[in-house]
């Protein structure tokens, strides 16, 4: 079946302006990961979905960031008046079952976003 | 929260020999740890993993310790070829998966 698409694969954008990454999970996942991954470094985490529960936001590094779930499928995370420091390659995942159950991550290609 | 740190960053070997990579964690409920390769420009692919009540797991040419005392484990890969050639990353969840933590990354280059 289809994996964890996103979209766009590339966003170059002007410092001060919104952006928004898509996130469309593999089907019939109810857990939703957003991860940035800077050039050369690990995955740090921002944001978790899990079903209808609310969503765990302590990784979001400011108010700047923000994402949503629409449905318990796609997601949306939204950067608002980019900075230079934004730029990174943004990665979903989405994994199945409940928590407490060891079902794999799956990751999305990612977004590479670029603020001039 | 939780802190994982990998060691080393970049790993040089000659085809056919083993390669280990390191980690450790300090947050004790963490109690399930995904390895993940990279190839550059592409998604991170789960490769293996394991859980806290378990010691070590093995796949074919690659296993996974844990030493749940000390906070820390392991990838070891054994007659390493160039399409071992990658980025790992470790990572570290507590049990309701509500987020995941990444190591830093080892860069593994395998040469012919």
């Known amino acids: 079946g289809a994996g964890v698409s996103q979209s766009p694969s590339n966003k170059v954008t002007e410092k001060g302006k919104d952006v928004e990454l898509r996130c469309d999970p593999i089907?019939?996942?109810?857990?939703l990961y957003w991860y940035r991954q800077s050039l050369g470094q690990g995955l740090e985490f921002l944001i978790y979905f899990q079903g209808n529960s609310a969503p765990d936001k302590s990784g979001l590094p400011s108010d700047r960031f923000s994402a949503e779930r629409t449905g318990g499928s796609v997601s949306t995370l939204t950067i608002q008046r980019t900075q230079q420091e934004d730029s990174a390659v943004y990665l979903c995942?989405?994994?199945?079952?409940?928590?407490?159950?060891?079902?794999?991550?799956?990751f999305g290609p990612g977004t590479r976003l670029t603020v001039l | 929260g939780e802190n994982v740190e990998q060691h080393p960053s970049t790993l040089s070997v000659q085809e056919g020999d083993s390669a280990v990579i390191k980690c450790t964690y300090s947050?004790?409920?963490?109690?399930?740890f995904p390895w993940y390769k990279q190839e550059l420009g592409k998604r991170p692919q789960l490769i293996i993993d394991i859980r806290s009540n378990v010691g070590e797991k093995k796949d074919q040419r690659i296993a996974v310790t844990l030493n749940k005392t000390a906070k820390h484990f392991s990838l070891h890969i054994t007659e390493t070829q160039p399409e071992d050639s990658a980025v790992y990353f470790c990572a570290a969840t507590p049990y309701n998966f509500n987020k995941f933590y990444f190591g830093s990354g080892t860069k593994l280059n395998v040469k012919p």
């Open positions: 089907s019939g996942h109810t857990a």
């Open positions: 995942a989405s994994r199945t079952g409940t928590r407490a159950s060891y079902n794999e991550q799956f």
């Open positions: 947050d004790s409920a963490s109690n399930y």
